[in-house]
């Protein structure tokens, strides 16, 4: 069964960091570009940051600088460095594994709250 699960998240001030992890069972990780996508009250789930099996990374401007993404493949687990968060940071977190055609698998989210 392929699934994904996220951890980390939590409540921090405006200026803290949180790491979230995605872990990946099964052979999805590898084969699958991996993103983070997140989705604020009222508004639509957007892309956040992605990474390909290769390492290639893409951030939304809004988060350019502050985030980092990254991917361990021995460990079937992707990352989020998130600094310097802000309140328009919050939001409910959601790891992705797409590959076109085989699959678009959706994590149950994680909640990250940013205190001003």
């Known amino acids: 069964q392929e699934q994904l699960v996220e951890s980390g998240g939590g409540l921090v001030q405006a200026g803290g960091s949180l790491r979230l992890s995605c872990a990946a069972s099964?052979?999805?990780?590898?084969?699958?570009?991996m993103a983070w996508y997140r989705q604020a009250p009222g508004k639509q789930r957007e892309l956040v940051a992605r990474?390909?099996?290769?390492?290639?990374?893409y951030y939304v401007d809004s988060v350019k600088g502050r985030f980092t993404i990254s991917r361990d493949n021995a460990k079937n687990t992707m990352y989020l460095q998130m600094n310097s968060l802000k309140p328009e940071d919050t939001a409910v977190y959601y790891c992705n594994a797409f590959a076109f055609g085989i699959r678009n698998v959706w994590g149950q989210g994680t909640q990250v709250t940013v205190s001003s």
């Open positions: 990474i390909t099996s290769g390492g290639s990374t």
């Open positions: 099964g052979s999805i990780f590898s084969s699958s570009v």
